[in-house]
């Protein structure tokens, strides 16, 4: 719900310090992909003849259904409905095809292809409980336990 140009431009050119020399880095590094980005919006906004200032989107600047940041968008959204047009905000078909898209072309995805894959444990395995649904152990901590 917030304007993409603001939200880009005021983390563009005003991102958060902490005062930590030891986040300053990566704060740099950050406020350089927003500046980036911001340059992507106007780029998007000549070549797929948007307004903008109306686009909204997340804090941080991710745009339409798909959450696609500017440069995301330039490079993976493709006109899933045959209109002509790229639009991530209003048209569903434009939406899982340009996911699906990103999916192909940053993941390595197949098309028909699995999705998910069924855990086994062994029978001797080490329970573990997880504490919430975030991914908190690698494949081989898993494995370790006796998860398959």
Do not use: C
Not at 123 to 133: C, N
């Amino acid at each position: 719900s917030y304007p993409v140009v603001d939200a880009l431009y005021t983390l563009a050119f005003a991102y958060p310090r902490t005062g930590d020399p030891a986040k300053a880095d990566r704060e740099n590094r950050r406020e350089a992909f927003f500046r980036g980005e911001l340059a992507q919006l106007f780029a998007l906004g000549q070549e797929q003849d948007l307004d903008i200032t109306t686009l909204k989107g997340s804090y941080a600047g991710a745009m339409g259904w798909g959450q696609f940041m500017p440069s995301s968008y330039r490079e993976f959204a493709v006109d899933g409905d045959g209109d002509g047009r790229i639009d991530l905000f209003g048209s569903t078909d434009d939406v899982f095809a340009s996911i699906a898209n990103y999916f192909v072309n940053k993941g390595g995805w197949v098309r028909g292809g699995p999705v998910v894959v069924r855990a086994e444990r062994d029978p001797d395995a080490q329970d573990h409980e997880p504490e919430g649904l975030a991914p908190d152990m690698s494949l081989a901590e898993l494995d370790a336990l006796g998860y398959r």
